[in-house]
């Protein structure tokens, strides 16, 4: 949520903010204004009216000991009057503006920090660095689907059979390949000095409101709900971690001392993903339900970017372990999440498709999802407390670094060589 206070202040730069991600959302901040405006006029015509209400009762009072009763029961009538305009009108239609106002703060995305190149779309995203390089091949690679189905790892028919198109299921080595890339990310992580947690996976909707999920995603989610007696709450399956372990310091007011946390976790995550996408509609790229490692920090505005630039590290240094050919590049303001201000996306060479594919995107919040969870942090005992800057980060997804290993690490012969890394968490030293 963008501060209300920048709203008001400087409109203008708040304007040239939205159109640097491309205007859509400039309708949504004039209506902000305009209700804005009529939420402020509304209150002040209401604390005129209260004064009014208080300045009569007064002479209400100053009337009945001077025993003018005349007097008295005609003021009482206006303050009836004045009370009746309050509780009927004006108050009544505070409240629904004030709903409105807060609807249209929810719509509005954040705006790009000032280092984010400009830009239309993903082609306009500048590369920042490449690591390994990718491998040359004396023969045509299979995609990971083709080879997963040869070699019994995959099994997208039975998938479809449980669940219809979008989702997969792994057998034998296979599952064993997912619990072991999923044991070896964890490890390093905790190692890099993140908190290990395994969260829910069924969330409340203002959880979701706080990480930026609703109100702009609601049609992407999966929903339930839950009934209890004679009451029903929605809950929503969690399309990423970021989501609960975001919202772990939701409410709350932290000492600085406890500042940066930085926390991990394994789940699966839930996404209806809409459309064909050509042959994403293939294999491991895009589906239904898909396995991640998330890292999130929560830290101090003064080391926000500093922050993401550590996590990025983080998440490519799996990379880097696993000899997966990959680069990292910088989103313009075009290709930005809603709720972020600063992005990096590391993507991974598919030799099958002679190009990269996103595995994660680190993202700094700045404090647009502490103002929504009302999170913040006490810079000194005494100091008044200030809001936490969010930072998330994919480290990374599962299922397709599953089908970077089987693309890059396939043989001639049909085997699939293995990362030393993952040996000891596999027990084998390659796939046939």
């Not at 490519?316 to 997966?324: G, K, R």
């Amino acid at each position: 949520m963008i501060d209300p206070a920048l709203l008001r202040k400087d409109p203008a730069a708040v304007r040239a903010g939205l159109e640097r991600r491309g205007g859509a959302a400039l309708p949504i901040l004039e209506e902000w204004l305009r209700l804005d405006a009529r939420h402020r006029e509304i209150l002040k015509s209401v604390e005129e009216n209260r004064a009014k209400i208080n300045a009569l009762s007064k002479e209400i009072g100053k009337a009945k000991a001077a025993k003018d009763e005349a007097k008295a029961a005609a003021l009482m009538v206006e303050v009836a009057k004045a009370k009746a305009a309050a509780g009927g009108g004006e108050e009544g239609e505070a409240e629904k503006v004030s709903a409105a106002l807060r609807q249209a703060a929810l719509e509005l995305p954040n705006l790009p920090h000032e280092s984010v190149p400009a830009g239309k779309s993903e082609a306009d995203n500048p590369v920042v660095r490449t690591g390994l390089a990718p491998r040359t091949f004396d023969f045509k690679p299979l995609d990971h689907q083709a080879l997963g189905e040869k070699l019994g790892l995959l099994d997208f028919s039975a998938a479809a059979k449980l669940s219809g198109a979008r989702f997969a299921l792994w057998r034998g080595a296979g599952a064993r390949l997912i619990r072991a890339i999923t044991a070896f990310l964890l490890d390093l992580h905790a190692a890099a000095g993140y908190e290990e947690i395994h969260p829910p996976y069924l969330v409340l909707p203002e959880v979701m409101e706080g990480t930026g999920q609703l109100p702009k995603f609601e049609a992407d989610l999966y929903k339930t709900s839950e009934s209890s007696g004679e009451q029903s709450r929605p809950l929503y399956l969690i399309p990423t971690a970021e989501v609960p372990l975001t919202n772990l310091v939701r409410g709350e007011i932290l000492p600085a001392d406890k500042l940066p946390l930085k926390m991990t976790a394994y789940t699966p995550c839930f996404r209806q993903e809409a459309g064909s996408y050509g042959k994403d509609v293939r294999g491991l790229i895009r589906n239904h339900q898909f396995d991640k490692v998330e890292l999130v920090w929560v830290t101090t505005p003064e080391e926000s970017l500093a922050a993401l630039e550590r996590l990025t590290a983080d998440a490519e240094a799996a990379l880097a372990a696993l000899e997966i050919p990959h680069r990292i590049i910088h989103l313009c303001t075009g290709d930005m999440g809603f709720s972020s201000r600063k992005t990096y996306d590391l993507e991974v060479w598919m030799p099958s498709e002679g190009r990269y594919r996103e595995i994660s995107s680190c993202s700094d919040c700045g404090d647009f999802q502490a103002r929504r969870m009302n999170a913040r942090f006490r810079p000194a005992p005494q100091a008044a407390p200030q809001f936490v800057h969010t930072l998330n980060g994919s480290g990374v997804a599962v299922g397709r670094l599953f089908a970077a290993i089987l693309e890059n690490f396939q043989e001639k012969d049909g085997r699939v060589r293995l990362p030393k890394v993952l040996v000891p968490f596999f027990g084998a030293d390659s796939l046939s």
